[in-house]
């Protein structure tokens, strides 16, 4: 099927108006950096030291801006100390289970070294050097520079944000879902926005602006999953078998047998608050498309998504597609034309679909096709109506009816519809964590009580722009909490992993060799 008259955007490789910002952007950067120059040499009669002046100082921005961005809207809401040590059954089936998260987006932010401290050689096992210029910049920031500065030097010394391979690691994670960001409204919101091609300001564009991305790929919605992708093909190459990256059931097969060899040779874990145990052995990674904007409104690039090794495609992020409604745009409609035509080729591709974000429209319109037309589906994360009305969670109905279909919904760690800020907890107060943490724990007891105990999983956000309580250090402090709220071991169990490895291993391709989508 054809997309529906109005739909159909300049064939790729040319781009949607609204990401010239980018390009925009960095010819003003640089007319800006001339000037200053300019009226430098002229004030002190010293064009060098006035060019000197002016680009050092440009450097000195960008070297900084980026990371107290990624600083400030990717942080944590502190927990107070354990005052007593965790109980040792929870702490043990921490250290058992393989906890998987279905999203966290710490792909999109490329001044950040995703391995982080998790040991970073600069050449493979074959000899050869992966990384690009800015994760070679952010891995010897991060190595050799700055372990040695004076602390206390804002966004410089610590590793920002809230995640990266080594902490995920530490927390005991053995599988995550990691997002590509192609989009993202400059005033963005959980009610109604409007597609940034129509106020030519993205948020995304400005930051892929900031550090550097290739021109090629950062005025490209297309170049922006590439550029996302080629750093996490980086990461797994500067691994050494650290990080694997997940394309079929064989891969998850193959991961999930070496980690449960790995995890049981390791070290008994500690009673603490801490990460239970240092000694998983590797990450595995699904690599999942956050709205299909990214498609330029062409089916064919399904095919480039599934060769660089996308498997979970979301139709929707904060604004409505060509394959239907958000559940924070403008019209919040369901399934268009194009997005029927969509799912029966993702189907045919081997994707997975992902319906965060999606109106309920949208989410209805995927429901209701046949079990035999329907690819997999799932909502990686999200919060729920129940426990905060919001247009970004979804309601009891909705999860019994992914689950239903085969799915699972991931309950997210953010305050997803501002309920706790406006209970009296706002952010930077010493209730904010507490709260946040209980909310975590009471959204996934009452999915548990809606969905029964094998359709419910993590879904954190983590490194979304967004401020939650638990990353992956408190994880352990979860798996005690969901016991203590009257879940059995199975069912912690189930919902820090086992039911998402038990769904991408029913709903993953057979073989992560291209399929070719049919026009």
Same mark, same amino acid.
């Given at each position: 099927m054809d997309p529906p008259p109005g739909m159909t955007p300049p064939p790729f490789p040319l781009t949607p108006a609204s990401d010239a910002f980018v390009v925009r952007f960095i010819g003003t950067a640089v007319a800006v950096l001339a000037i200053t120059s300019l009226l430098l040499a002229r004030t002190f009669q010293r064009p060098r030291?006035?060019?000197?002046?002016?680009?050092?100082?440009? #450097? !000195?921005?960008? @070297?900084?801006?980026? /990371?107290? &961005?990624? *600083?400030?809207?990717?942080?944590?809401? +502190? %927990?107070?100390?354990?005052?007593?040590?965790?109980? #040792? !059954?929870?702490? @043990?089936?921490?250290? /058992?289970? &393989?906890? *998987?998260?279905?999203?966290?987006?710490? +792909? %999109?932010?490329?001044?950040?070294?995703?391995?982080?401290?998790?040991?970073?050689?600069?050449?493979?096992?074959?000899?050869?050097?992966?990384?690009?210029?800015?994760?070679?910049?952010?891995?010897?920031?991060?190595?050799?520079?700055?372990?040695?500065?004076?602390?206390?030097?804002?966004?410089?010394?610590?590793?920002?944000?809230?995640?990266?391979?080594?902490r995920l690691r530490a927390g005991g994670v053995?599988?995550?879902?990691?997002?590509?960001?192609?989009?993202?409204?400059?005033?963005?919101?959980?009610?109604?926005?409007?597609?940034?091609?129509?106020?030519?300001?993205?948020?995304?564009?400005?930051k892929a602006a900031l550090e550097l991305w290739p021109p090629w790929e950062a005025a490209s919605r297309l170049g922006r999953v590439r550029n996302q992708a080629r750093r996490l093909h980086e990461a797994v190459l500067s691994s050494r078998g650290r990080v694997v990256h997940l394309r079929s059931r064989g891969d998850?097969?193959?991961?999930?047998?070496?980690?449960?060899?790995?995890?049981?040779?390791?070290?008994?874990?500690?009673?603490?608050?801490?990460?239970?145990?240092?000694?998983?052995?590797?990450?595995?990674?699904?690599l999942a498309v956050e709205g299909v904007q990214c498609l330029v409104g062409q089916l064919a690039n399904?095919?480039?998504?599934?060769a660089i090794g996308v498997r979970v495609l979301g139709l929707a992020h904060f604004h409505d597609t060509e394959a239907g409604g958000s559940s924070a745009g403008r019209t919040k409609g369901g399934l268009t034309p194009w997005g029927w035509a969509l799912l029966r080729r993702a189907k045919e591709a081997g994707f997975i679909i992902d319906l965060a974000h999606a109106s309920a429209a949208t989410i209805a319109d995927v429901l209701g096709l046949p079990d035999d037309e329907r690819p997999p589906v799932m909502v990686s994360h999200t919060g729920l109506d129940a426990q905060c009305p919001s247009p970004r969670n979804v309601d009891d109905a909705t999860v019994r009816a992914v689950v239903a279909a085969g799915g699972v919904v991931g309950v997210t760690f953010f305050d997803a519809g501002g309920c706790v800020a406006r209970g009296g907890h706002p952010?930077?107060?010493?209730?904010?964590?507490?709260?946040l943490?209980?909310?975590?724990?009471?959204?996934?007891?009452?999915?548990?009580?809606?969905?029964?105990?094998?359709?419910?999983m993590l879904g954190s956000d983590w490194d979304g722009a967004v401020r939650v309580s638990i990353g992956p250090g408190e994880l352990v402090r979860l798996t005690a909490a969901l016991?203590?709220?009257?879940?059995?071991?199975?069912?912690?169990?189930?919902?820090?992993?086992?039911?998402?490895?038990?769904?991408?291993?029913?709903?993953?391709?057979?073989?992560?060799?291209?399929?070719?989508?049919?026009?």
């Open positions: 030291a006035g060019l000197a002046v002016a680009a050092y100082g440009t #450097a !000195a921005l960008l @070297a900084v801006l980026p /990371r107290w &961005l990624d *600083a400030t809207t990717n942080s944590l809401a +502190l %927990l107070p100390p354990l005052a007593t040590p965790l109980p #040792a !059954a929870a702490v @043990a089936l921490h250290a /058992r289970a &393989l906890v *998987a998260d279905a999203h966290a987006d710490l +792909l %999109l932010w490329g001044t950040r070294s995703i391995l982080g401290t998790d040991g970073m050689p600069f050449r493979t096992a074959d000899g050869k050097s992966p990384v690009g210029l800015v994760s070679a910049a952010a891995i010897v920031w991060q190595s050799y520079v700055a372990p040695y500065l004076p602390p206390g030097l804002p966004y410089l010394t610590a590793p920002v944000g809230q995640t990266d391979v080594a053995g599988l995550a879902t990691l997002a590509v960001v192609t989009t993202a409204p400059w005033r963005m919101n959980t009610q109604a926005n409007d597609d940034p091609v129509r106020w030519g300001a993205d948020r995304v564009g400005v998850l097969e193959t991961h999930v047998a070496a980690w449960k060899a790995g995890r049981a040779g390791g070290a008994a874990a500690p009673a603490t608050a801490g990460p239970p145990n240092g000694s998983v052995p590797t990450l595995g990674v699904v399904l095919d480039v998504l599934y952010v930077g107060s010493p209730t904010e964590g507490p709260a943490f209980d909310a975590v724990v009471a959204g996934i007891v009452h999915a548990v009580t809606v969905a029964g105990p094998s359709g419910v016991l203590d709220a009257g879940l059995d071991e199975g069912e912690v169990e189930g919902v820090l992993g086992r039911n998402y490895v038990d769904f991408l291993g029913r709903s993953l391709p057979n073989g992560w060799r291209r399929k070719r989508v049919q026009k």
